[in-house]
């Protein structure tokens, strides 16, 4: 029987068998309303009028039910690609439904998807992802902030990059097939924040530190007191492998940055495409440790500065730099040491008001907006105006470290009041800007002036103020962090939601917002719980780019390579393959049966289990478990799994497939029998 | 300052204010519309028109978002726990929305609610939930068959039960606070599948084998050549404590059982009250292991007798043998072996239709209904029927075990022809049945005799049939296991999802479909992506019956025993205790400051934090984490968190609260530094 055959033979023909008629009665049923769309017609019109009346609706709530509602079948029109925060991973939501479509697990393991559960390819990118000269084996992550992949300032759709705050990392997403394929344990990095972002053609994933780790001491490790001798930021520039997406670790670099909290960060793209911008903050180096007096607390002696300094980064000077050999090999990666950085014109300051957060450059790349929490302006500044400055030398002296200060009334555009903690700002193609009100629990809709490339004459003004509950932290328009913005959704990422859902605990969801940004005045349209882990930031993009994302893979494929398999084995060729205490099992996986179905072995035992899910079908996925032994995998259509066992206890534990697949998915099981 | 006064002077005020505004402002909104519902306004009702016009809604997809949306603010008046299958978690859901409100972590580690990171209450509940005696370090279940606590046979809102169906286990959570308190390694279970259920006043908590273990052999390990003599199921009845919830091992006990795939099962209750049925398959004890003959694998040999065995179990005289001392210790838990169990009457059976899947019992408790997916009936057995059978030894002889027959005919009340794949079965409030069907993907519903105490007159008779998409396995309906079903919705636990939702890899979404029960005809509402786990059944209970559920713990819980810790720490209190290499940091946590937040320690010492988070707001959540070693909590306000750190690595660490909590939440960190 052939492969097709095979297929045509399972259950699952009656269920595509099935799916056909159910498209025809689908079918039928809207011929019966053939040629009037529901709503046109006055009575059924009524009925909704009924319903709308029956759930007691009042408000714009029917309008958030039907601008959000997503009918079943139909596919959203946007991707969300959120982090997870703590959670480790990252989410994917369709917009407007605001609909969970998969969580995809980075740092953290997940055993769906059998991430970390046995599967070398999942145990590789997890064991390489953390460097054991730095840290104790990682289990977890602070994803925060995800980078798509541009082309031209355009999301493209191939890959997803996400930073691991917690521990300094970077992490790779391949959106073929929604896996992870790299983490990178980023030298000289304790916690980061810096991004991820992208260059406008993916040259770079840049992520900087956020605390600075003392790695210039000898030995690594300096107590506090030798903060501002030995303790250094950096800031990274990875350089991305254009057929694959990876890192290239030996086309990256770092740049010695002074030991200041450095926050978040952005690229610059057209006319400031060939920069980087980050904030920072505790420029004052406040380290906290005072038990007896809280005004020596870190957020208070954290706060003392009026202004702290936006870095300004050349990253194409920074590539001479590094090209011309001026760097020094800092714990494996090279590293522009902050006076090279200063002299060769790669690293500037501008003041901006103290302890800002986001840093944001607007979609012509003319402007950066920056908000600082604690002031209630947006101040922007202009590329122009900065370029101008560095080149006039139009300094206001140097930092402690330094590094040059552009004078911040030469490179400042505009103040704009916005409101009460104003974090950070996300745009639309129309010239307007949005920023997130922390204090106020709102967003605020500000026009650009008339550089932003629209909307010529329009003056740098708040023009709408939308409450929302409660607490925003990061928002998200659609492309609305790209060189070409839809706008048209807002995504409010409330970090608190209180009383906004019904309790489930003490641990409560947060919130995101859906606000819908047609018209002059935003609406909130529907609330979705997050109560899964808290995502800082997401990125949303047009669901028709995503044109690489495969529904099955190539017969025998190997996720981490997507290439053929050496272990890929054909239906006939099953087998065992027994070299003293090391056995090798070729195994065949389809519906509903594992080939071979009992694997008996001796305890001590080295057992490799080589699963080649020979299926074609999308969505034909067959889960691998053995009781007893933490072994869990997903082998999706196509997948070749390879999965390690060391025979340490005796038994018979009965090894099934843990994904549902057909009528006779209880009866796909077999035997690993473990001798005593 | 008191702890009120420095929770009005935190940052949080100006939200909670905000709050209060919000509401006023949403009060005024509403008084814009004042007396007229919007709906009832045609020229509103015209914008609806225009709305789903411009959205191109066919068919019935209007009514299905305006029938499934639940405002921003409101809440959903049913929640689904739903199990997350082989990732190991449950899920919390709202109905009608569907959306997600928390994923509570069991069998596997989480991050973001810092489950298993380090904190003392986790890893504990972790650690204890595996034997070694029997299991490696287990890091993941594969959760079916969740079981809310009931009081006469009706939800109490109180507790939650899940079996972890790859390693023999069970868990369970406490309701107030949403979090897993226990997790039970069962003695001489491989894998489990029937349960968990409870029984009617959560006397017990019952779950059985699935595939059997060679418990009875010398050593525990017998070949499979050595099957029918040495490896047995078991049925086990976990005796709940009633004041916590907790499996109390010293009343609990099992039943020794052939060894069979033991499957499906299910409480009596009213009419049946004492009974526990179980399904079962491969009685003809099916082992595969043929690699060239096709015939002989276990999917095919396992199906070929025509009847298997539903298990009919008399608990209470099976609690009468318990007292009477007739038991044997059973590595760890006391046994009724087989012998004993039919000659005390403890257990018999019942010929059912080959390798059914589902049984179910009505709510009056009359009826059990099988359904056999190779067989397109339900067979509805009748407890009177049966009870009359035993009574009078109405044999067909005994099984190879010496285990009475029941007569079928005896006990068969109604065959009811449904579909193809008939697996499960839910009810409504109104004598109504609703039965998967997996092989015709679709649903079937059906008015259940006479003696179901609703539709006198109502005959054996298949109703409705409602196509869904796609492979439906469960399905769910308000309440629709208790005496006292609502009906009203109906979740359909699809194991497909093919093209239903946008590409988002190789591994695609389950789908949960939200099915409209009001009304004579059955309609799809909604689709809902499962993206995160494989649900495989779920529970739906009134969200007003969820009392015990708490928003906030008192000051100075521990969450294991809900009571006070010994190591809360009074605002003011927050010390470091140093003894020789033991470190004891008690700290307290609140907005935005750890008190100590620099600790310094020398290499090779123990630490052990001891966390008090003061806050008393609802929500005021903060996280605790340890880049490079591995640490991450959440400590949710009132609660007190111990986590114990081998300085194993030198360095600097910036510690840092993990879940964003203020607007000077980034400066809420410190540093844990390691001296060389």
């Known amino acids: 029987m052939s492969e097709s055959e095979k297929v045509a033979a399972s259950p699952m023909k009656a269920t595509v068998s099935r799916r056909s008629a159910i498209g025809m009665m689908a079918g039928g049923a809207a011929a019966g309303v053939v040629g009037a769309r529901i709503g046109q017609s006055s009575s059924t019109s009524g ?18 039910a039907l601008k959000s509602f997503v009918p079943p079948g139909e596919f959203d029109p946007y991707f969300i690609f959120a982090s997870g925060g703590h959670s480790g991973q990252m989410f994917v939501l369709g917009c407007p439904s605001m609909r969970l479509l ?26 390489e992802g953390f460097d054991p000269s730095k840290s104790e084996p990682l289990g977890w992550g ?12 355009d999301y493209d759709g191939r890959w997803l990059y996400i930073n691991d705050r917690a521990n300094g990392r970077i992490a790779m997403i391949d959106l073929a097939d929604f896996k992870t394929k790299q983490i990178i344990d980023l030298p000289n990095l304790g916690t980061s924040h810096g991004g991820c972002f992208v260059t406008p053609n993916s040259e770079y994933v840049h992520i900087s530190s956020m605390t600075p780790s003392p790695y210039l001491a000898p030995g690594g490790y300096a107590p506090l007191s030798d903060y501002a001798k030995y303790y250094r930021g ?29 926050d978040l960060a952005d690229a610059g793209k057209l006319s400031s495409f060939g920069f980087g911008f980050i904030n920072s903050y505790n420029t004052e180096m406040a380290i906290g440790g005072d038990l007896e007096d809280p005004k020596k607390a870190l957020e208070s002696t954290a706060i003392a500065n009026d202004f702290d300094f936006l870095h300004v980064i050349d990253w194409q000077k920074a590539e001479q730099v590094v090209a ?27 003041p901006e008001p103290r302890n800002p957060h986001g840093v944001d450059v607007n979609p012509t790349g003319d402007y950066m907006v920056v908000s600082g929490k604690l002031d209630p302006h947006a101040s922007v500044f202009s590329i122009e105006k900065i370029k101008a400055a560095i080149a006039a030398e139009d300094y206001d002296g140097t930092d402690d470290f330094g590094v040059p200060i552009l004078k911040m009334e030469s490179c400042l555009e505009a103040l704009v009041e916005l409101g009460n903690g104003p974090l950070h700002t996300q745009f639309d193609g129309d010239g307007n800007a949005y920023t997130s009100l922390f204090v106020d629990s709102a967003v605020a809709k500000w026009t650009l002036g008339p550089k932003a490339g629209v909307g010529e004459g329009k003056t740098w003004t708040k023009v ?4 929302v509950n409660y607490n925003i932290g990061h928002l998200c328009s659609a492309e609305g962090d790209t060189v070409n913005p839809d706008g048209k959704y807002l995504i409010a990422l409330n970090k608190w939601s209180i009383d906004r859902f019904p309790p489930v605990g003490t641990l409560h969801p947060q919130n995101f917002q859906l606000i819908d940004l047609d018209g002059d005045k935003m ?4 609330d979705m719980p997050i109560g899964f882990g808290e995502p800082h930031y997401t990125q949303m993009i047009k669901a028709d780019k995503l044109v690489h994302t495969l529904r099955v893979y190539e017969p025998g494929t190997d996720p981490l390579t997507m290439s053929k398999s050496r272990f890929a084995t054909d239906p006939g060729d099953a087998r065992i393959d027994v070299n003293g205490t090391n056995v090798d099992v070729f195994a065949t996986v389809m519906r509903s049966h594992f080939t071979p179905d009992v694997v008996e072995v001796n305890l001590g035992d080295t057992v490799r289990f080589h699963l080649t899910n020979i299926e074609t079908t999308p969505d034909a996925t067959h889960g691998f478990a053995i009781p007893g032994y933490n072994v869990e995998s997903s082998i999706d259509p196509g997948e070749v799994v390879s999965i390690e066992v060391k025979a340490t206890r005796p038994g018979a534990f009965a090894m099934y497939c843990s994904e549902f697949c057909s009528a006779l998915h209880l009866e796909m099981q077999g035997w690993f029998l473990v001798k005593p």
Chains 1, 2 share one sequence.
């Open 47 to 64: 009925n909704y009028e009924d319903i709308i009346d029956a759930r007691g609706f009042t408000g714009n709530w029917a309008e958030g």
């Open 102 to 127: 998969k969580a995809i697990p980075v740092f953290t393991r997940e055993a769906w998807q059998g991430y970390g559960f046995g599967s070398d390819q999942s145990e590789s990118v997890l064991r």
């Open 142 to 153: 602070d994803t925060h902030h995800p980078a798509l992949s541009e082309t031209e300032g």
């Open 234 to 262: 950096a800031s990274c520039w990875m350089a991305i492998d254009q057929e694959t997406g990876r890192i290239d670790m030996d086309r990256s670099f770092q740049i010695e940055l002074p030991p200041y909290t450095q």
């Open 324 to 350: 011309d050999g001026k760097t020094e090999d800092m714990n494996g990666i090279r590293m522009i040491r902050l006076d090279v950085a200063v002299a060769e014109g790669v690293l500037h300051f501008v």
């Open 464 to 467: 709408d103020h939308l409450p």
């Open 523 to 526: 609406s909130v349209l529907a």
